[in-house]
T-cell receptor, first 110, second 116 residues
Framework: GEDVEQSLFLSVREGDSSVINCTYT??????LYWYKQEPGAGLQLLTY?????DMKQDQRLTVLLNKKDKHLSLRIADTQTGDSAIYFC??????????FGTGTRLQVFP | GAVVSQHPSWVICKSGTSVKIECRSL??????MFWYRQFPKQSLMLMAT?????????EQGVEKDKFLINHASLTLSTLTVTSAHPEDSSFYIC????????????FGSGTQLSVL
């Protein structure tokens, strides 16, 4: 079945790197996404990766995909207080449906 | 970037009344809009897919008579929660897709519904 899992919380010191992990079960995923949700706001697409790629870098963000283990991670370099939010991974599968993970709340402290 | 406006941002209603939530794409035409429901500390659950000019496609377990979706134009979709009950209290989020591909999916800011 379709299931996307993430750890619920992550706390990091400002300036350190954050790594948010995600595991999924559907091997027919075509794209995998990372979204950011700030309090009281909708989801904002941060980045996405095609399923035949291993890595994608976009400024402070690095996405790693291990298709064999069905593991996706988002690394945020030089984490800032403005990065505090909930981060959702999501996969799109055949049938044109987007499945979201449970979200990881990232808290950045000075 | 593309903007999706969702209104109201929060609403409190009495049990048994109906509530309408609007989702508008302000600067693009959206042939497809999606409605999600989010419980505290849980993920977004897709409720239905709304295509302009046709009936919405509901996910399994979502009551179509309870959650009425109308997508009358390329920029507006509405979700009406009919005869609301306390268990319908939740955060509802809409999204609108500009063209094909989920990288072109833009989200509204959500509506917090509280049913007393």
């Amino acid at each position: 079945g379709e299931d996307v899992e993430q750890s619920l919380f992550l706390s990091v010191r400002e300036g350190d790197s954050s790594v948010i992990n995600c595991t999924y079960t559907d091997s027919s995923s075509t794209y995998l996404y990372w979204y950011k949700q700030e309090p009281g706001a909708g989801l904002q697409l941060l980045t996405y990766i095609f399923s035949n790629m291993d890595m994608k870098q976009d400024q402070r963000l690095t996405v790693l995909l291990n298709k064999k283990d069905k593991h996706l991670s988002l690394r945020i370099a030089d984490t800032q207080t403005g990065d505090s939010a909930i981060y959702f991974c999501a996969e799109s599968i055949t049938g044109d449906k987007l499945i979201f993970g449970t979200g990881t709340r990232l808290q950045v402290f000075p | 970037g593309a903007v999706v406006s969702q209104h109201p941002s929060w609403v409190i209603c009495k049990s048994g009344t109906s509530v309408k939530i609007e989702c508008r794409s302000l600067d693009f035409q959206a042939t497809t809009m999606f409605w999600y429901r989010q419980f505290p500390k849980q993920s977004l659950m897709l409720m239905a897919t709304s295509n302009e000019g046709s009936k919405a496609t509901y996910e399994q377990g979502v009551e179509k008579d309870k959650f009425l979706i109308n997508h009358a134009s390329l920029t507006l979709s509405t979700l009406t929660v009919t005869s609301a009950h306390p268990e319908d209290s939740s955060f509802y989020i809409c999204s609108a897709r500009m063209g094909q591909g989920y990288e072109k999916l833009f989200f509204g800011s959500g509506t917090q519904l509280s049913v007393l």
